[in-house]
């Protein structure tokens, strides 16, 4: 299979989005050689319908329009990553939750660490909102977009700043 794609310009920096034949299967920082590479072989395809609606989708949320996606999503992962994906899409906009909050939601509440390692996998950022996941103590932790992008996401669902 391969894979369509655009980048695009975000408040964020750069974005790769990938699209499967199912759905969204990826929304890559600029820096993620790592990830970049699982997902090939790849074209350019900016009007895939996945890709074009999830570059309108993305407009819409960056100036505050959007809070919800409406999106196939196609992301790959193990049983219990999909688990931890599907709950983070739980997570209204606007409220953050913590990783022991999203293990008890999957049934695992003793796996805080293993939703962690699960949150930083989540090939599908802001659309699958792993920003919205915070410590227990209320502090900002690790986001694959850099802290400085979890605080702009979260101050934008808190109606602080429309970034576009």
């Given at each position: 299979?391969?894979?369509?794609?655009?980048?695009?310009?975000?408040?964020?920096?750069?974005?790769?989005?990938?699209?499967?034949?199912?759905?969204?299967?990826?929304?890559?920082?600029?820096?993620?050689?790592?990830?970049?590479?699982?997902?090939?072989?790849?074209?350019?395809?900016?009007?895939?319908?996945?890709?074009?609606?999830?570059?309108?989708?993305?407009?819409?949320?960056?100036?505050?329009?959007?809070?919800?996606?409406?999106?196939?999503?196609?992301?790959?992962?193990?049983?219990?990553?999909?688990?931890?994906?599907?709950?983070?899409?739980?997570?209204?906009?606007?409220?953050?939750?913590?990783?022991?909050?999203?293990?008890?939601?999957?049934?695992?509440?003793?796996?805080?660490?293993?939703?962690?390692?699960?949150?930083?996998?989540?090939?599908?950022?802001?659309?699958?909102?792993?920003?919205?996941?915070?410590?227990?103590?209320?502090?900002l932790t690790g986001f694959g977009g850099g802290l400085p992008n979890k605080q702009l996401l979260l101050a934008l669902e808190r109606g602080e700043a429309a970034l576009l």
């Amino acid at each position: 299979m391969t894979f369509a794609t655009a980048t695009i310009p975000s408040p964020t920096g750069d974005l790769t989005l990938i699209a499967s034949n199912a759905g969204l299967a990826a929304i890559l920082w600029d820096d993620d050689a790592a990830m970049q590479a699982r997902y090939a072989p790849r074209r350019a395809d900016p009007d895939h319908p996945v890709i074009a609606a999830t570059i309108r989708q993305l407009e819409e949320y960056f100036v505050g329009t959007r809070t919800t996606f409406d999106l196939p999503l196609d992301p790959v992962g193990t049983a219990f990553q999909r688990d931890v994906w599907r709950a983070l899409l739980t997570i209204p906009y606007g409220e953050t939750r913590s990783y022991a909050d999203i293990a008890r939601v999957i049934g695992r509440p003793t796996a805080t660490r293993a939703v962690g390692a699960a949150n930083g996998r989540n090939p599908i950022p802001i659309v699958t909102p792993c920003h919205r996941v915070i410590g227990s103590n209320g502090t900002l932790t690790g986001f694959g977009g850099g802290l400085p992008n979890k605080q702009l996401l979260l101050a934008l669902e808190r109606g602080e700043a429309a970034l576009l």
